[in-house]
């Protein structure tokens, strides 16, 4: 690469570009998300019971397996990027499958937990906390699906045989971004199921 | 990209089983009855989860300071954010 005049024609530099792109990206993310954590935390304080009678409404159980599903999926993606380091596009294929399937999984629960809700008579216009749970699940729920779009795309580079073990750029900040997406569900799942 | 494959896949792994056992315990913890302790542990357990996945998943871990303050202004700013606006609220 000492021959390049242009430093962004050092592979080394655009990833740590993209990197830094993507990184960049999250952080809008997180004020996005946290606009909404924001009014989760001055409503709760300010309506304590309301939040505590509402939040039982939830399917705990069903909350855990979607956060066992979302976690499962993130590992996945480690064992994708990992593979594709080692140069197996085959593996990361497989592994970024495996977390698209898993998202499906999730977004199935969530059909089925949004469902009962509805069944119940809970609206996003119910109240305050249904208000608050619809929004911040339902934009959670609006990434997983970008995420999905994303890891497609990776899986198409791939199959044209556009990934490898000195390229897999578009892998690894997809992964990124999918491990944002697992990381905020983190927090959603406690603080919407959990708290009373 | 400083590591060899066998040994980030082996963290990689215990971190997913950290994760796995962190969501039992906060599921457990949440149904017995601790109080305003319940938000403390449940949050704490959230935190150290995407800490986990922060350090190790999306290798902040090996990062350098630029990244790491990219990683670290926004919360520094959410923190902030809420903080302010908890004092507006809660006071008025």
Known sequence: ?196 | MTHGPGKSIRAGIAVFIALLLLTAVTVLVSYVDLGLWNAVVALLIASVKASLVALFFMHLKGENRLVWGFALVPIAFLSLIIFGTLVDTMLR
């Open chain 1, 1 to 196: 690469m000492s021959g390049h005049s242009d430093e962004h024609a050092d592979p080394a530099v655009a990833f740590e570009s993209a990197k830094l792109g993507v990184w960049t990206f999250l952080a809008t993310e997180v004020l996005l998300f946290g606009a909404l954590f924001t009014a989760y935390t001055v409503f709760r304080m300010k309506y304590p019971e309301l939040f505590r009678v509402e939040h039982a409404k939830l399917d705990r159980v069903l909350g855990a397996v979607n956060t066992v599903v979302l976690i499962t999926s993130s590992f996945t993606v480690v064992l994708g990027v990992d593979a594709i380091k080692r140069g197996k596009a085959r593996m990361l294929e497989v592994c970024y499958g495996a977390t698209i399937l898993l998202a499906a999984v999730f977004l199935c629960v969530k059909y089925v937990e949004y469902s009962a809700k509805f069944h119940h008579g809970l609206y996003p216009g119910t109240n305050l906390f249904f208000s608050l749970y619809f929004m911040m699940t339902g934009l959670h729920g609006i990434h997983v699906l970008l995420g999905m779009g994303l890891l497609s795309y990776v899986i198409v580079l791939s199959r044209r045989g556009r990934l490898s073990a000195s390229y897999y750029t578009p892998a690894e900040m997809s992964g990124l971004y999918w491990h944002f997406v697992d990381l905020v569900w983190i927090y959603l799942f406690p603080l919407l199921y959990l708290l009373g």
